[in-house]
């Protein structure tokens, strides 16, 4: 009668190790494993690559999303100060998009200032020619410089020395366009050429030549627009030239 309990009892042991193998295989089988931290969403949006001349604000605003909101995901301190090259993450967008420059936003940067130092202001006349359109600042026209007639092809010369901010023919209107920075205060704008002879971060002085009269941009005949900026207000050249 033992012997028959003994056997009895390790039959009853040996079924239960069987199903507890049985139920973890099971368990393996059919993938019940302890839960795993699921990952982050991939962020939905496209990286912009900053171009020569282009500002935050305007990248923003071309995407329609918020400036300090991509300020705070790319970890940029001084929504001011990005660099050409940099890629800046646009949350939302599906493309990336074209992003125009504007005079205003060239005109305002700061230039290094090595050889930047000038107090005196005194600019001569870029080229010789008639006066077809004077600088106007009211509320029914609004003209930022003078428009001087010349022969197409007439040198241009720099009105005062200083470096060249820009030469290309990327804003629209101005064709091909040349700012030069004088001072930290004094820009210099000299559109519509037919060429440009100089290129940017070059330094050039006084009477220079650094471009040719034409037509480009938004323009019906060989001339010269012509601006003087202090601080990127555009004020009347007439009150400047020699």
Partial sequence: MVVFLNR?????????????????????RHGVSPERPSLPPARKGVYHVVERHQTLYRICKTYGVDLKRVAAL???????????????FI????????VEIYIDDVAAEQGGKSKIAYEKVDFIWPVEGKIIDFFADVERKNHQG????????????????????????????????????????????????QVNLVEEGTWVEKGQIIGKVGQTGNATGPHLHFEIRKNNKAMDPMLFLK
């Avoid at 949350?91 to 074209?98: D, E, I, R, S, T």
């Avoid at 241009?156 to 030069?180: C, E, F, P, R, V």
């Fill in 146 to 193: 003078i428009d001087i007639s010349s022969p197409l092809g007439t040198p241009i010369k720099a009105s005062n020395a200083g470096t060249i901010q820009y030469s290309n023919n990327t804003i629209k209107g101005y064709g091909n366009l040349i700012i030069i920075r004088h001072s930290e205060e004094y820009v210099t704008l000299y559109a519509h050429n």
């Fill in 8 to 28: 009895m009892l390790k039959n009853i042991l040996w079924v239960s190790f069987l199903s507890i193998i049985l139920f973890v295989g099971g368990c393996a």
């Fill in 74 to 88: 790319n970890g940029i301190p001084d929504p001011s100060k990005i660099e050409t090259g940099q890629r800046i």
């Fill in 91 to 98: 949350p939302g967008a599906k493309k990336v998009l074209k």
